[in-house]
């Protein structure tokens, strides 16, 4: 796994991996640098509408790449403990986790 944005807090890029486990179709996955700047990169599969995960679960995507929501919201993550959420490609922290790093990335003007 790796993510461009030189580790800035909060960039994200929606990649097609593949999964683990079986030889399957590529799917798409959101990487991201932990939006409170804690320094972790981390990874959620996301489901298009029309997909499903197991039991219904899973992170349910708009289908954009450069302004991408995502829902439900995230968190807490471990180690930091970060909660928010990614909405039109803009991240939003809530309840008690940590705050949003000053310099968060928000997709779309500076996404090409
Ligand atoms: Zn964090």
Known sequence: MSINGK????????????DANAARDKQNWL???C???CGKTRKTRLFSAGE????GAGYHW??????????PAFGPLPVCGFRGYLRDGVWNGY???P???KDCYSGGASAS
């Not at 800035?8 to 990649?15: L, M, N, S």
């Not at 499903?52 to 039991?55: A, C, F, L, P, V």
């Not at 708009?62 to 829902?71: A, F, Q």
């Open 31 to 33: 990487v991201f640098n």
């Open 99 to 101: 705050e949003l790093a």
């Open 7 to 18: 580790g800035q807090a909060g960039y994200f890029e929606v990649q097609q991996l593949s």
């Open 62 to 71: 708009n289908g954009s790449r450069l302004l991408p929501s995502v829902e």
């Open 52 to 55: 499903r995960g197991q039991g």
């Open 35 to 37: 939006p409170c700047g």
């Open 95 to 97: 309840g008690n986790g």
